[in-house]
């Protein structure tokens, strides 16, 4: 079924009266955008479930949509985070600290190639036989080539630990983290929180991507935190919580965040949108938290006269057709891969 995203946004009476919702004490009210974000959830995991089912093309109607690359509604789903659940969690030794070692040296580069590159080079990933100079040998050659060693999807700034090279300084970062106890901190963690707090000690690791960090661990058997637990809003959520919100959202971002998590069936019903969620399952906090950041995107373009707080006013990534396989294989502890 082909989702008429632009033509339900259209269609809609232009007099809509805003949606008021009561957040952390504060009364807020909703611009256009909000319902962009719920119809945008439904067009795009549409467009995901049209994908897999391999559906021929066109998969939206929407030239925003159409046009530019948005990530999947669902975190886990995405092609990276694929990568990181089915060859690196799930690949090789299956002992916590192994875990722990493979899945930060991938997200520190956060690039498939890179992960490739090594594990080529080195063989089986393990931190009883890591080597720095091994793996410097490796990074620094590729580097040297002019290939790149990181994505794009986010900056990871350097750690000042006294290597001249970025990748250097980020292998003294996870030396560090394994050498001080973190995999076992991280472990014995009560909560979401604890275990994102033990990230956030460490150099170069601001809370975005110390809860990014915590998330991908959390895949792991050896973790068991509700995504629900503990949500920390990235830039570009904040930039689409302001664009549906305005200003009176500023400071309580997280609380919005939740929200929409705990809302959503009513939203989705209000608006008579199909949504039935990841094989069932609803939208988590991590979920609405990214799909924030792709409003924020996709409103750049549909809702231009209202603003964030980047002042951005277009999408840089258009929408190229990956022809790889997708995949859809998810940590089994979620109930979810048949």
């Known amino acids: 079924m082909v989702m008429r995203l632009q033509d339900r946004q259209t269609s809609a009476r232009d007099d809509v009266a805003p949606v008021t919702v009561r957040v952390a004490g504060r009364t807020l009210q909703s611009t256009p955008v909000f319902d962009t974000y719920w119809r945008f959830a439904s067009a795009r995991q549409a467009v995901s479930e049209a994908r897999l089912d391999s559906r021929p093309q066109p998969w939206t109607d929407d030239p925003i949509l159409a046009g530019h690359r948005f990530t999947n509604c669902y975190r886990a789903a995405d092609r990276v985070s694929q990568a990181v659940i089915g060859d690196v969690i799930y690949q090789g030794p299956q002992e916590w600290e192994d875990v722990f070692f493979r899945t930060l040296l991938f997200k520190i580069f956060n690039k498939e190639s890179t992960w490739q590159l090594l594990t080529c080079a080195v063989g089986e990933l393990r931190w009883e036989t890591y080597d720095y100079q091994a793996y410097d040998r490796v990074l620094s050659a590729a580097f040297a080539k002019g290939e790149r060693l990181y994505s794009a999807a986010y900056i990871v700034p350097p750690p000042q630990l006294g290597e001249e090279r970025k990748h250097r300084n980020h292998l003294r970062l996870l030396e560090m983290m394994m050498t001080t106890g973190a995999p076992g901190r991280v472990f014995e963690a009560a909560t979401m929180r604890e275990a994102y707090e033990v990230l956030l000690s460490y ?103 209202i603003a964030g707080i980047s002042g951005r006013s277009r999408i840089k990534q258009a929408y190229r057709l990956d022809t790889a396989p997708l995949r859809a294989w998810f940590p089994p502890k979620w109930g979810l891969n048949t």
């Open 203 to 305: 150099p170069a690791l601001g809370p975005f991507l110390a809860y990014q960090y915590t998330i991908d661990l959390n895949y792991a058997p050896q973790l068991g935190f509700s995504e629900m637990d503990f949500v920390v809003p990235g830039p570009g959520a904040r930039d689409g919580i302001r664009k549906c919100f305005g200003p009176a959202a500023d400071g309580i971002e997280a609380d919005v965040i939740r929200y929409m998590a705990a809302s959503q069936h009513e939203h989705f019903a209000r608006l008579q949108l199909p949504f039935a969620g990841l094989k069932g399952r609803p939208l988590q906090l991590i979920d609405c938290q990214n799909l924030f950041c792709e409003v924020d995107k996709y409103a750049r373009v549909a809702h231009p006269e």
